[in-house]
């Protein structure tokens, strides 16, 4: 069973910093691009980093010089590291994985999602 669990989010005040992790596991060949979405009540989920396999990352611009996303693919884990954070960033944030499986199937995963919240 293939799936992905994604940890670290928290309540902590505006400024400051939390990390979220996502690990995969299960019978799974490679992983292409990870990234973290978010999605905030009654809002459509947004992106908010990916990170390709070879270490190619892209962020929203709402996200830009506050958050890094980095990846240990030994690990099959994703990272995301976020500073100076608004009462904004405040979502659930979801891991997302493209993944090529030992079956050799390709399929997109994701994760059950973690509460960020931000007080002001």
């Known amino acids: 069973q293939v799936q992905l669990v994604d940890s670290g989010g928290g309540l902590v005040q505006a400024g400051g910093s939390l990390r979220l992790a996502c690990a995969a596991s299960g019978s799974i060949f490679s992983i292409a691009a990870m990234g973290w979405y978010r999605q905030a009540p009654g809002k459509q989920r947004e992106l908010v980093a990916t990170i390709t396999s070879g270490g190619s990352t892209n962020y929203a611009d709402s996200v830009k010089g506050r958050f890094t996303i980095s990846r240990d693919n030994a690990k099959n884990t994703v990272y995301l590291q976020m500073n100076s954070l608004k009462p904004e960033d405040t979502s659930v944030y979801y891991c997302?994985?493209?993944?090529?499986?030992?079956?050799?199937?390709?399929?997109?995963?994701w994760g059950q999602g973690t509460q960020v919240t931000v007080s002001s």
């Open positions: 997302n994985a493209y993944m090529v499986l030992a079956s050799g199937a390709a399929l997109d995963y």
